[in-house]
């Protein structure tokens, strides 16, 4: 721990590394207030998933509580958006956009493995809060998922490679052109797509959230 915070303060400077301190903590606060287990990280090699799948899916592992709640505080998206996690995983980021103002929110998973446990999180969360929620978990592959015309917020958290990656922007791109509307593209870890989103699609970031260990590029779509 000790190492790890020395090469933190090295790499990213001591602001950024109390950040992380920080954001470790509340994650653990907010895993117990909810009784949730969204935390521990899923290699690639462990997921129920096909060999084909494995090739260009990447390891799970949740975004950081602090990082999201500030990144939607900076956003300040239209009230009754239509949220989607493509690759939701145990479905930590599905709980915090629940506690914000969207009209409808869904994760993508391809996993059953982890839809379940997502799914089990699911009833404890909306237990804790006691209040129903507008919450569905579709445990699909992305590729095959059809892109509903009011979904305006997509989010990714490098679930999976630049090949799948560019499939699924082209999807989206196609139904805004079938149904024009404003679209948020919000790329945690953005970096190994930047290429491909300006190059490809002629895409740039419009806004960039950094805080402690975290680097999101956000691409609004008029």
């Known amino acids: 721990m000790i190492k790890r915070t020395i090469n933190s303060i090295r790499d990213k400077g001591i602001s950024r590394t109390y950040q992380s301190v920080v954001s470790v903590f509340e ?11 969204t935390s521990r990280v899923v290699k690639r090699e462990e997921l129920d ?3 084909d799948s494995k090739v260009h899916s ?13 990144l939607i505080k900076m956003l300040h998206l239209p009230e009754c958006s239509v949220f989607v996690d493509m690759g939701s995983g145990k479905g930590r980021i599905l709980f915090m956009a629940a506690l914000q103002n969207f009209k409808r929110i869904t994760g993508v998973e391809i996993s059953s493995q982890l839809c379940k446990i997502a799914l089990k ?15 569905e978990i579709v445990n699909e592959d992305v590729l095959k998922y059809k892109i509903k015309d009011d979904e305006n917020i997509f989010y990714f958290y490098n ?6 990656m560019e499939i699924i922007i082209e999807k989206i791109m196609k139904s805004i052109t079938e149904n024009p509307r404003k679209v948020w593209l919000i790329l945690n870890n953005f970096i190994p797509f ?4 300006e190059s490809k699609f002629k895409l740039r970031a419009t806004k960039q959230f950094i805080y ?4 999101i590029a956000i691409y609004i779509i008029n």
């Open 212 to 215: 402690g260990g975290t680097e």
């Open 159 to 164: 679930p999976f490679d630049n090949y799948v």
């Open 27 to 37: 994650d653990f606060y907010f895993e117990v207030k909810y009784d949730l287990s």
């Open 58 to 70: 990447e390891e799970y592992k949740p975004t950081r509580i602090r990082h999201f709640r500030l």
């Open 194 to 197: 930047s290429d491909m989103m």
């Open 49 to 51: 998933i096909s060999e």
């Open 121 to 135: 999180n699911y009833k404890k969360f909306e237990k804790k809060l006691n209040r129903p929620l507008n919450i």
